[in-house]
């Protein structure tokens, strides 16, 4: 723990920079670090630290571990509806929950529609709030 | 008074088809007598839910496309939160949505257009578009 406060001040520094402004507050906050590289790589989906398989402190030293693209805006998705369940049920996992952007790799504005259609699909039955879908 | 409204209602599945007709016209005068104008109704059928409405398991799903102005919704929505057969509504305004997809469907349409005649007269319109394209 102490080293990863320490050691790679330097390395944490130009990275933080780059992608969040609260680089004071990182250092204090390193404790828990797959938690702090979380939020972080939601901001900025090229983040060096990919958050990857779960603790990626000491495993994602490399960038990109895979690039993930975002589905809508590769296929040219351009509305995304609360009736199309099918496509909506992609981004839902099993448990119902809504699928985090580092995970599905989509982009931030399609991804706040989705979750807008998400919510709305949930509220007229058509996806549940919590359990698998039958 | 533009605005397009797409609602959503279910109605429980034991109920019988002329009554979801009468249902479904008390609602059309309704707009009709407000002012606006239903532009298309939908019967999507029986459909299972996702979670148990009311102790319903399954329900007939009805999507009313209606122009209109807010007030219209407003008594429309009261009406449907009287009406007993009626267990769950929603309703979404989806002028602006249209709005962004003519907009973006009218961008594709002219790079479509200009990139088989010539790169040259492609190369102005294509620099006006990709700043709406990415807004």
Redesign the interface.
């Known amino acids: 723990m102490a080293d990863e406060t320490k050691a790679p001040v330097a390395e944490q520094a130009p990275s933080n920079e780059t992608s969040a402004p609260a680089a004071p507050s990182s250092g204090g906050g390193s404790g828990s670090g797959p938690h702090r590289s979380g939020p972080r790589d939601s901001r900025d989906a090229r983040g060096p630290r990919p958050g990857g398989p779960g603790a990626g402190r000491e495993g994602g030293r490399k960038f990109f571990r895979r690039k993930k693209v975002c589905k809508f805006c590769v296929e040219k998705i351009?509305?995304i509806n609360?009736?199309d369940v099918r496509l909506l049920a992609q981004f839902v996992a099993e448990s119902g929950k809504i699928v985090p952007r580092r995970l599905t790799g989509v982009c931030t504005p399609h991804q706040r529609r989705l979750t807008t259609a998400i919510k709305?699909a949930?509220?007229?039955?058509?996806?549940?709030?919590a359990?698998r879908?039958? | 008074m533009n605005r397009t409204y797409e609602l959503?209602f279910?109605v429980r599945p034991d109920m019988v088809d002329e009554e979801l007709d009468k249902l479904i016209s008390t609602l059309e005068t309704a707009v009709t007598n407000t002012g606006g104008a239903v532009k298309n109704v939908e019967k999507m059928g029986k459909?299972?839910?996702?979670?148990t409405?009311r102790r319903f398991n399954d329900?007939m799903y009805v999507?009313l496309t209606v122009e209109g102005g807010g007030g219209l919704i407003h008594e429309l929505e009261r009406r449907l939160r009287v009406t007993e057969p009626v267990i769950?509504?929603?309703t979404?305004r989806i002028d602006e949505?249209q709005k962004?997809?003519d907009k973006?469907k009218k961008i594709r349409e002219a790079r479509k257009k200009a990139a088989p005649v010539t790169p040259a007269p492609a190369a102005p319109a294509e620099g006006s578009e990709p700043a709406p394209a990415t807004a």
Do not use: D, H, T
Request: no cysteine; glycine share 6%.
């Open positions: 351009e509305s609360y009736k709305q949930r509220n007229i039955a058509l996806l549940p709030f359990g879908l039958n | 959503m279910i459909r299972r839910l996702a979670y409405v329900g999507l769950k509504f929603i979404v949505e962004r997809l973006i």
